[in-house]
């Protein structure tokens, strides 16, 4: 197993540009989810999602979009990006006990993140 | 709604001694989990221990173990023997069971660890 995957690993945009965030993973979990991590501090849930065709926001989905359509996949969408949105973004997932595959393992598992920085 | 406290922005251990990374949370349940994740500086986020709030029992991991004192709201990490390898950053984070298994993070401690 990959386990989380997350592309691409650094980016830089110019204000008001527009793009996606790309997460997968292959453990055939229910639940994924987006934090940030802004400099020195702990990480802040923008979206989450209970399984495809269901998301939900989180602590700070201003400036963010989320879809997904299929278990694997659960991309992340700047469309206007701003200063603001300079961080380093992590992607999660997480199995339940129903979930094949899973083993069992309840805790989130996290992807290397994507250090976005916008000028 | 929840939060999670680390106020120490920074510590240093020497090499085979040990160190204690402090955690406060403030919640009105009386069920839920707390993690200690670390950080290393490739920034992936690694789950170091795992504790429920219903088991009195302190977990432990090999070096790593917890002091969670539930009517305090306290959850320490006691890292023993530490190594280079335990030089990273390390969040306490907080979590209900429902709600999605959302987490909520502390700002983290960083940990030095010199020769």
């Known amino acids: 197993n990959a386990g989380v995957t997350q592309t691409p690993k650094f980016r830089i945009l110019k204000i008001g540009q527009s793009m996606t965030l790309q997460c997968t993973q292959d453990?055939?979990?229910?639940?994924m989810y987006w934090y940030r991590q802004d400099p020195g501090m702990g990480l802040k849930l923008i979206y989450y999602?209970?399984?495809?065709?269901?998301?939900d926001k989180g602590e700070v989905p201003n400036g963010y979009n989320v879809s997904r359509s299929t278990t694997e996949d659960f991309p992340l969408r700047l469309e206007l990006a701003a200063p603001s949105q300079t961080s380093v973004y992590f992607c999660?997932?997480?199995?339940?006990?129903?979930?094949?595959?899973?083993?069992?393992?309840?805790?989130?598992?996290f992807g290397p993140g994507t250090r976005l920085t916008v000028l | 709604a929840q939060t999670v406290t680390q106020s120490q922005p920074e510590m240093s251990v020497q090499e085979a001694e040990t160190v204690t990374l402090s955690c406060t949370y403030d919640?009105?349940?009386?069920?839920?989990?707390l993690f200690w994740y670390k950080q290393p500086p490739s920034r992936q986020m690694i789950l170091v221990i795992r504790?429920?709030?219903?088991?009195?029992q302190n977990a432990t991991e090999n070096r790593f173990s917890v002091n969670f004192q539930k009517a305090a709201k306290s959850f320490s990490l006691k890292i023993s023997d530490s190594q280079l390898g335990d030089a990273a950053m390390y969040f306490c984070a907080y979590r209900r069971p429902g709600t999605a298994s959302k987490l909520t993070f502390g700002t983290g401690t960083r940990l030095q660890v010199t020769l």
């Open positions: 504790q429920e709030a219903y088991k009195q």
């Open positions: 453990m055939n979990h229910n639940y």
């Open positions: 999602s209970v399984g495809a065709g269901i998301t």
């Open positions: 999660a997932s997480r199995g339940t006990r129903l979930a094949e595959g899973s083993g069992g393992r309840y805790e989130q598992f």
């Open positions: 919640t009105s349940e009386s069920d839920y989990y």
